[in-house]
């Protein structure tokens, strides 16, 4: 009797052994599965919208009042006063040319005088020739000093006042006739020069208002105004020429400085627009975006897109107005999938 209690004891034990490896066993091979979250994605209804067109033009702030001071005549630059960045005033002397002609004729004299003041130092005082080179150095001096009053340097004068934008030379320098010395800009005329495509000729109106935007300033927000519209077009180029004023705006412009225009050539009203980066391009070039319907399921949409303007794209065919599109997060999204709906803030 004592046996059989204590081989039933034996057999519970194991049984419970048994149970508790089984379990452990059971648990280590089916892992508890992790429910998968929906992507989150933000969308905004398609709408109907004002969108205008621009174009795109790069210009040139340069001073519609400036001049090239050149050299007058061939020689050699004697003097020159004015630096880049420096502000002259009319009739102002700005430099001196002497010129090439000046130059030979008392270099001759020169050399001739020279020579007879180390020729006497080798002859006999009170000698006949003694005489005759005194009489020759007087003379030469003579005609030297005729020279030097007979030719004269040239003052170059300064038509305007201006800023020294450019120096083209050097004092000391030889240059010739018509050689660019320097040029002045009347600062107070800057303007940017630009020129579109003659397509373009309706759109490029005389006080026309454009956002402008300089390199040297590209956080400000400007705004021009078209203040000449230039009565050609260029038959090479086939291009129309224009000056854009800025409008109250007044740190420190440049000649040479580049600014970039945007020009609004049309207009169109009730266009079905998205924003632009909502819209993909699948490997065959198709455009497609996703919509997000009432059970927010997003669907893959190919879709036929038209003009551009800003962050603005149109849709010509495959989306309908007020339709919700995925604007965030829908570089990771495939067809028919549900999706979480970022809150708007």
């Keep these: 009797m004592k046996s059989d209690i204590t081989l039933l004891k034996f057999s519970t034990f194991a049984l419970i052994v048994f149970t508790l490896f089984s379990c452990g066993q059971s648990k280590k091979q089916a892992p508890a599965t992790v429910a998968k979250k929906s992507p989150l994605v933000k969308v905004q209804p398609a709408q109907s919208s004002k969108m205008a067109v621009f174009v795109e033009i790069t210009g040139t702030m340069d001073a519609n009042i400036f001049t090239d001071i050149k050299s007058p005549a061939d020689g050699i630059v004697d003097f020159l006063a004015a630096r880049e960045n420096q502000h002259v005033k009319k009739d102002q002397i700005v430099a001196v040319i002497n010129p090439t002609d000046r130059v030979a004729i008392i270099s001759r004299n020169q050399l001739e005088l020279d020579q007879l003041e180390s020729k006497i130092k080798t002859v006999t005082q009170g000698s006949e020739e003694f005489q005759s080179v005194s009489t020759a150095l007087e003379k030469a001096k003579s005609n030297l000093e005729y020279a030097r009053n007979m030719y004269q340097t040239i003052p170059v004068i300064c038509p305007m006042n201006g800023l020294v934008t450019a120096r083209w030379t050097e004092q000391g320098n030889q240059v010739s006739a018509k050689d660019k010395i320097i040029t002045i800009s009347d600062m107070n005329s800057l303007v940017i020069k630009a020129e579109a495509n003659e397509q373009y000729f309706e759109a490029i109106k005389k006080g026309k208002k454009i ?106 065919a495959g989306l309908k107005e007020n339709e919700k599109v995925v604007v965030t997060g829908q570089e990771m999204l495939k067809d028919s999938v549900k999706v979480m709906i970022m809150k708007k803030e």
Excluded: C
């Design 211 to 316: 956002p402008v935007v300089l390199n040297a300033y590209p956080n400000d927000s400007l705004q021009g105004i078209i203040s000449l519209v230039y009565p050609q077009v260029d038959p090479v180029t086939r291009s129309v020429k224009f000056d854009v004023r800025l409008v109250n705006f007044s740190k420190s412009l440049l000649p040479g400085m580049m600014a970039n225009l945007k020009i609004p050539v049309s207009v169109s009203e009730n266009l079905l627009v998205v924003p632009e980066q909502s819209v993909l391009v699948s490997p065959n070039n198709d455009n497609f975006l996703f919509v997000v319907d009432a059970d927010s399921i997003a669907h893959r949409r190919i879709v036929k897109t038209g003009r551009v303007s800003g962050n603005k794209l149109e849709i010509i």
